[in-house]
């Protein structure tokens, strides 16, 4: 489909969105930025340690969730905080359970990145 038709500049418009809701989570939220540093420390121990194909799509996965599931906590907060200004029990429970799944998505990222580097880190230092 050539950009210049209707459906075309639809998707680019759609895509400009959808970035530009990429920048704002990067510039506005604190642990968002800490997942990206995480994330390209972790690219660079998988390209010193050179592992396999596997690995990586394990890596890619959790990393993914752990980046998603922090974009979708933030936008949930953000309407948490629009839709009720006042400190309101179950908005606070609502952002406390969408933190929540970023928790249980940022262990697992972690346990799997153990499994996947421990024996490495072990090997290289000789144990």
Known sequence: ????????KKKLIGF???FNGIKEIIKSERNFRIHLITTFIIVLMGLFFNI???EWISICLVVSLVLILEMINSAIERIMDFLSPDRHTIVGQIKDITAGSV????I??????????LPKIMNLLGF
């Open 108 to 117: 697992t990222s972690a346990v799997i990145g153990a499994i996947i580097f």
């Open 103 to 106: 928790l249980v998505a940022a």
């Open 16 to 18: 400009s969105f959808a």
């Open 1 to 8: 489909m050539p950009l210049d038709s209707k459906e075309g």
């Open 52 to 54: 396999q194909p596997y």
